[in-house]
């Protein structure tokens, strides 16, 4: 069973061809990092005209690298939400294109779902009951996963998703958009214990996260230390209170679910720190981790063939009238944005 995965769902233009739901026969990623670092984030509207512009030439990519033609296809995988309303629309419209030209079925993927997917890329069968952890762009969510697709909420950010903290202090800091990948390059020279930044909502109790404190501490630390500022020691001191928080959240859940397999997904699971850290932990705890090489953390083509792969198995379909849905979640209402407390007032 040959799927081809599709991705628009923000700034990277992805597809891929994976047999059997496991074999990564190509992946192709056409970045559009250049387009938007100049406006020093993601624009929208050059986002959705790149897609239109690079999705085809990156599904005739992927099948001569994948040893494929189109015909060869079974079905066709597409993320359907969440993201950007006009990004999702490109992939989403591609999609149905080429499954009513190769008369393939068409399957519509969750793309958050498709972040915890594609551990079975590196690892096989997900070994459920576990802790799920999604920490994207747009997303921080603590959940555990029963069998398969039936989800439990537990936790999520009240503000800033980890990957934005990460993108807001690289832009502070002056790095550049994404800020990911650059802090956790340059914290490696840097003393995560230069800077005691704050870890908010550590022993509240809760399994929510918070972010948004964080990066204030982060531009008041820099507007404060002016031209002398040592960027390698806020990098990591910024990366320490965020992994800090993340491994207490994600530790502490599994142990109150007695569940003893951990998976992570999403661009911020790529995080070299958190990966080694969690990785110490779980081993200290008798916990079984499981990540995505780093390459299928951050947003790609295969994750969306590969879920979308186990759906066929199960025997799902989408019809051919389905729309994107920016604002959809792993379940209905979890996993957006909290309201934002009101402030108290003095
Ligand atoms: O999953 P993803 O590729 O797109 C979304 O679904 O949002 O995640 C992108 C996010 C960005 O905020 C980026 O800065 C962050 O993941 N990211 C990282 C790393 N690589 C990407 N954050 C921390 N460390 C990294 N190595
Ligand atoms: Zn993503």
């Known amino acids: ?82 993201g950007l309303a006009g990004s999702l629309l490109v992939g989403v419209a591609a999609a149905k294109a080429y499954a009513l030209a190769l008369d393939k079925p068409l399957i519509g993927v969750n793309h958050l779902v498709a972040h915890v997917y594609a551990n079975v890329l590196d690892h096989g069968a997900l070994p459920l009951p576990a802790v799920v952890f ?106 320490e209170a965020v992994v800090d928080v993340q491994i207490a959240k994600v530790v502490g859940v599994a142990k109150r679910e007695g569940l003893d397999t951990v998976l992570l997904g999403g661009g911020v699971a790529a995080n070299s720190r958190l990966r080694a850290r969690l990785a110490a932990e779980a081993s200290d705890l008798g916990i079984r981790l499981l990540v995505p090489s780093p390459a299928l953390c951050t947003d790609n083509g295969a994750m969306v063939a590969c879920a979308g792969s186990l759906a066929l198995e199960r025997g799902e379909h989408t019809p051919l009238d389905v729309g994107a849905d920016p604002n959809l979640q792993i379940l209905p209402g979890f996993g957006r944005r909290a309201p934002r407390r009101p402030k108290r007032r003095r």
């Not at 192709?28 to 938007?36: G, I, R």
């Open 1 to 82: 069973m040959l799927v081809l995965g599709i991705e628009t769902s923000c700034d990277e233009t992805g597809v891929a061809l994976v047999a059997d739901g496991r074999l990564v026969r190509s992946n192709v990623l056409a970045d559009q990092q250049t387009l938007h670092a100049r406006y020093g984030g993601v624009v929208p509207e050059v986002a959705s005209r790149a897609h239109v512009d690079l999705l085809h030439p990156a599904v005739e990519q992927a099948c001569a690298l994948g040893g494929a033609r189109l015909s060869d296809v079974d079905a066709v995988a597409v993320t359907i939400g969440p």
């Open 134 to 239: 999604v920490v994207s762009g747009g997303h921080t969510s603590l959940l555990a996963m029963d069998e398969q697709g039936a989800f439990r909420g537990l936790g999520q950010t009240i503000d800033d998703a980890a990957g934005e903290a990460y993108d807001k202090v690289a832009r502070v800091l002056g790095l550049g958009y994404p800020g990911g990948p650059v802090i956790d390059r340059l914290a490696r020279d840097g003393d995560p214990a230069a800077v005691r930044f704050p870890r908010a909502l550590l022993d509240d109790g809760s399994d929510d996260f918070s972010f948004s404190g964080l990066k204030t501490a982060v531009l008041r630390h820099v507007r404060q230390a002016g031209p002398d500022v040592k960027v390698a020691d806020v990098a990591a001191s910024f990366q």
